[in-house]
């Protein structure tokens, strides 16, 4: 059984729709505000009770991520332009957990569906989850899919399904809502 790691429904959805035997595995600390969290753990909720799939929730503290992001970039997180470093520290520390949680809890097989995102470093996540995977002992799943394509069919699965889209990727860094950000810098 495969222990898929999900940022999100739509992006969820070109996988399980081909593969039923996995757990799906929500654990992304990263997104900002906790009612944007809820939100899209609903949506996969959805999903799985549409396609009788399992759901594990991971532990939501966006704190916790904030720190390992300051910790392991220079400067502040919110000068890194998106899909650079801080994207890529973000990718380590939710893949270390998810193979982590696979190994701890029986799994064999773990995969992310950041892989699966055309706005993503795909070659940086697939090379990060093989090293993973020989680290803990796993095997680290790829897919073929074009991206392209996988993007168009999630649009269309999202819609069928009357599915909420975000509009940004998730964390405060990057989400457009100025109040967001505003609120950020007075806590510096
Ligand atoms: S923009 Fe997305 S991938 Fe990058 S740090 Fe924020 S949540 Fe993570």
Redesign the pocket.
């Known amino acids: 059984m495969l222990f898929l790691h999900v940022c999100c429904a739509p992006c969820a959805l070109p996988i399980v729709e081909k593969n039923k035997d996995l757990i799906l595995y929500f654990f992304n600390p990263?997104i900002y505000p906790e009612e944007e969290y809820s939100k899209r753990l609903k949506e996969l909720e959805k999903v799985a009770l549409i396609l009788n799939l399992k759901i594990h929730p991971g532990e939501y503290n966006h704190s916790q991520w904030l720190s390992f992001i300051k910790k392991e970039l220079p400067g502040k997180p919110q000068d890194y332009k998106?899909n650079k470093e801080?994207?890529l520290v973000?990718f380590k520390f939710r893949l270390e957990q998810t193979a982590l949680f696979a190994k701890t809890h029986g799994f064999n097989e773990f995969a992310t569906t950041l892989s699966l995102s055309r706005y993503k470093d795909v070659k940086f996540i697939n090379e990060y989850g093989g090293l993973l995977a020989k680290k803990y002992g796993l095997r680290y799943k790829t897919f073929s899919f074009d991206l392209e394509k996988n993007h168009q069919r999630s649009l269309e699965l999202s819609k069928k399904l009357n599915l909420y889209r975000q509009k940004y990727?998730?964390?405060e860094?990057?989400n457009p809502n100025k109040m967001t950000y505003k609120k950020l810098k007075k806590s510096e």
């Open positions: 990263n998106e801080r994207c973000c990727c998730g964390c860094f990057s």
